[in-house]
């Protein structure tokens, strides 16, 4: 009989959950209310902080429980007349937005803690499913019977593959990314003070609390941004074809993996043509494609010294295509391998997978273009691809 620990169980980590909700919360109210650090302001600070911990570690429910909790400790001990939860009409402003800044705050940390959960989950699944996936590519591949069934199960296996490659990446990145999302939920809390500090004066500034709201709510949209992109990425479904800016699709994929850049001390820089014209394809195998494309950059300047640059251009083709580059300045193509960097199965990387460009090249093909690399001048490599206009590919 297998054995389990009780500790681990679901229902175990729910109740610790609701447990750090009240724990976290009495430490804030005890910590307020210790005399000897005469702490006036600082109750509101506190209660958020208490309900970003339990967010973070504990979900939505605790995070709400630890709102519900603040909210009346603010209510009972701080708002005049203190010791009582009797209505309070003046002060009733300042109990609604503190109600929302902390449900604000729970909501955002409680969606971060989602999404590194998910990653999470996502990498520790990660060996087991890309071998899967290889060995029934493998298999499909030399299928030579029922022809037509088989070509079908393989463009199954190989959209599979993509977004296994996708979610391996996403993986990887884990810790930019959930940077990326922390920045925007660190701004939100501390417009959140500004703004409840604002409104606490004896003559409240509304002006001034109006515009630190203003940027919760820009800060808010960021984080949901970003969050929105790493589950479009994480989403499985079959290809869906659509009229595309390109440039919009380089410009979201430089905000995904703007943190990794930095990690790097990498500086990304844009040449992009107004006015291109859109291409009918899929906007998430596409987003993939740069994707790969810029990783690829960014890790192969990782060792480098001197100037560290990806240049991602788009421009207008004579042929009447979309013209993508994105340009390094790494170590540039291995010489001896360069007939075979687009192969499956091939790396260079001691951790690589070699699926990433063979992904890319029939990704960019099954938009009726091409894939293709050359060296970059004075150093390193170029990635380009070109993709037809919208009415090519109708035809």
Request: with cysteine.
């Amino acid at each position: 009989m297998s054995m389990s620990n009780p500790l681990l169980s679901p229902k175990t980590r729910v109740t610790w959950g609701y447990g750090i909700a009240i724990l976290s919360v009495s430490s804030a109210l005890l910590i307020a209310q210790w005399p000897l650090l005469h702490l006036e302001t600082a109750p509101v600070s506190l209660f958020l902080c208490a309900v970003m911990v339990t967010a973070l570690l504990g979900g939505v429910g605790p995070g709400l429980l630890a709102t519900a909790l603040s909210s009346l400790a603010f209510d009972y001990y701080f708002l005049p007349p203190i010791y009582s939860l009797a209505a309070k009409s003046g002060e009733i402003p300042r109990l609604v937005i503190f109600t929302a800044s902390a449900l604000f705050v729970g909501l955002l940390s409680a969606a971060q803690r989602s999404a590194t959960e998910s990653l999470k989950r996502a990498r520790d699944d990660l060996n087991g499913t890309v071998q899967e996936l290889q060995r029934s590519n493998a298999a499909l591949q030399a299928e030579s019977l029922e022809r037509k069934h088989a070509e079908e199960a393989l463009r199954e296996a190989q959209a599979d593959l993509a977004r296994v490659s996708r979610v391996t990446t996403m993986g990887e990145l884990t810790a930019s990314l959930a940077h990326e999302v922390n920045q925007p939920i660190a701004a939100a809390v501390t417009n959140a003070n500004t703004c409840l500090r604002w409104l606490t004066r004896d003559h409240p500034d509304l002006e001034e609390a109006r515009e630190a709201a203003s940027r919760i709510v820009k800060d808010s949209t960021r984080a949901a941004e970003i969050i929105g992109r790493i589950r479009l990425l994480f989403k499985k479904g079959t290809p869906q074809r659509e009229l595309v800016d390109v440039n919009e699709v380089v410009r979201e994929m430089i905000v995904l993996l703007r943190g990794e850049a930095t990690r790097q001390n990498i500086l990304v820089g844009t040449k992009l043509e107004a006015d291109l014209p859109q291409i009918m394809g899929d906007r998430v195998q596409l987003q993939q494609v740069l994707m790969n494309l810029m990783l690829n950059g960014i890790e192969a300047m990782k060792d480098v010294d001197g100037k560290r640059e990806l240049v991602i251009k788009s421009r207008r083709a004579e042929n009447e295509e979309v013209l993508v580059s994105v340009s390094d300045t790494g170590a540039g193509l291995p010489v001896q391998h360069s007939d075979q960097i687009f192969k499956a199965f091939f790396t260079t990387k001691l951790e690589g997978t070699g699926m990433g460009l063979s992904i890319s090249r029939s990704i960019v093909e099954s938009h009726g273009g091409r894939l293709w690399a050359a060296e970059n001048s004075p150093r390193g490599a170029s990635f380009c691809f070109s993709l037809p206009t919208k009415s090519e590919a109708h035809e």
